[in-house]
């Protein structure tokens, strides 16, 4: 007999799960599984139809139809033993509906496939196929023990250097202590014999000799650099620190790698550059200085898409001398709905409504003068979207564990609606004995970055964090003018605009 294809259709004749065993177009095979539910009438017992050139054997199965299609020369008992054997078969899908055979049907194919060979069928049990599709190997197994081996033995050497810092801290700690209260209890020995050496010397002045005075005034000049720490080279006997017993400060040559290994793909690597996250702005030398703020909240999630996207913004006023301060502020803004403003409580709503200007609510009484920090806020500001493209930074992380190595793949682009500066992204990596291997690296705008560590949970690289600043906000907040309310002329002002970021995540 020969087999020409296994198959599961439903009851309209639509193919689910085919196997061909001979070579067979496409169209061929999907116009014979088409034509057999109009084949089949109601009512009839048999398991088999045929037609001109092939035999169609079957058996309904809940809703679908399991189905072998022989030539016309096949042995009806042997095809209806194979289709008897292949009925239990599916019990590797959970359910007998479409849904569930098309999940499963690469299990079934393989399965099939244990039991008709070029198609003639195998001399199987059910037993021995699902022996057969489990796919045991000895090899994986021994790899997998290997790979859980260096895991764990890792792990180890981890805690066994944890445990060897801590114990040189706290060996360090008792030695600094105990040379403290030895040089104290020297010192009063010193005090002692200078004692001695007076009740014995009729003078009072004490021998160069004796251990009291000799011994005394070195150790007291030696507690007294100790004690002051002086500017000058302090003792030896009170600076040294023991052998092997110090921290070594500054980048070891393994540490060194992960940056020599940027310089090689050509990136100019600027060593110790930490941007701090709130930088200090300078102090205001103009009479009035207006600062714009936006600070940024996002998390990204790992997978794709926004979680979270928050933006507060704040418009402060500075001024240096009191008699500046009655004036009123015209803003300028993008006019953008999403955008929620809510102004002082001393400041006309009305005026700013209308307007746009910032004025107190009493023109008698001017803004304060000479406050510290960013000044009195006038005006602060909030927006929320769920629109990914409004993100100035995108970033996409796909760690991926192949083998014995973890490989992270990082892609990020900039909006064009600003300007970033001061760029970090932190990626978080496991404890490692070497510096990651950086496989490639490029972009400016947008770019993307590989780099290949030891296999680990690809949960450790996240949360991504990000920070950048920007001299645009969402907003585009802006002073337009300063109109004096006593007359004369405007007095000079300037303004600053930062965009920066509060939290920036990937999660």
């Not at 004025?359 to 979207?385: E, I, T, V």
Request: proline fraction near 5%; glycine fraction near 8%.
């Amino acid at each position: 007999m020969v087999v020409l294809a296994a198959s599961i259709t439903s009851k309209s004749g639509k193919a689910l799960v085919s196997r061909q065993f001979v070579e067979m177009s496409r169209i061929r095979i999907e116009g014979l599984l088409a034509a057999f539910p109009k084949l089949i009438g109601s009512g009839k017992q048999h398991t088999y139809v045929e037609t001109e050139n092939v035999r169609y054997v079957y058996q309904p199965m809940e809703g679908v139809y399991l189905l072998l299609v022989t030539n016309k020369q096949s042995n009806i008992l042997e095809d209806l033993d194979t289709l008897r054997l292949l009925s239990k078969v599916p019990e590797y899908s959970a359910s007998l509906d479409e849904e569930g055979i098309c999940k499963n049907a690469f299990e079934l194919i393989f399965a099939f496939d244990e039991v008709i060979s070029l198609g003639h069928k195998e001399n199987v049990t059910v037993a021995q196929v699902r022996q057969y599709c489990e796919m045991e190997s000895h090899e994986e197994r021994l790899h997998k023990l290997v790979l859980q081996s260096k895991i764990n033995e890792t792990k180890d050497v981890m805690k066994r250097k944890a445990n060897e810092i801590d114990k040189s801290k706290i060996e360090r700690g008792k030695l600094e202590k105990g040379g403290y209260s030895a040089l104290q209890s020297m010192s009063s020995m010193g005090s002692m014999g200078r004692m001695d050496s007076s009740f014995s010397n009729d003078t009072g002045i004490s021998s160069g000799n004796t251990f009291g005075s000799g011994s005394g005034f070195g150790i007291t000049s030696e507690v007294d650099s100790f004690s002051t720490k002086s500017k000058g080279r302090p003792s030896a006997a009170v600076t040294a620190p023991a052998k092997g017993m110090g921290m070594k400060l500054g980048k070891s040559q393994k540490a060194n790698q992960f940056l020599e290994s940027l310089k090689a793909e050509g990136e100019v690597i600027v060593e110790d550059v930490r941007p701090s996250k709130t930088a200090a702005a300078p102090p205001p030398t103009d009479p009035v200085t207006l600062t714009v703020e936006e600070k940024l909240n996002v998390a990204l999630k790992r997978d794709g898409g926004l979680a979270n996207f928050d933006v507060q913004g704040t418009l402060s006023l500075q001024i240096l001398n009191q008699d500046d301060g009655f004036i009123q502020v015209q803003i300028e803004s993008a006019g953008n709905p999403e955008i929620k403003f809510k102004t002082h409580p001393n400041i006309n709503k009305d005026l700013f409504s209308s307007e746009n200007i910032l004025g107190s609510k009493d023109p008698n009484r001017p803004f304060p003068a000479g406050q510290s920090g960013d000044g009195l806020g006038l005006l602060k500001w909030r927006m929320q979207s769920k629109d990914e493209s409004a993100v100035p930074l995108s970033i996409s992380c796909w760690p991926s564990v192949s083998g014995n190595e973890t490989y992270v793949s990082l892609e990020y682009e900039a909006s064009s609606m600003f300007d970033l500066q001061n760029v970090v992204i932190s990626v978080p990596l496991p404890a490692l004995r070497e510096a990651p291997n950086v496989r490639q690296i490029d972009g400016e705008w947008s770019g993307s970055l590989e780099f290949v560590v030891p296999p680990v949970d690809t949960s450790v690289f996240f949360p991504i964090s990000v920070r950048f600043s920007a001299t645009s906000t969402f907003s585009d907040m802006k002073v337009a003018s300063i109109v004096p309310l006593k007359g004369g002329a405007p007095p000079k002002f300037s303004q600053r605009v930062q965009l920066v970021t509060e939290s920036y995540q990937v999660v």
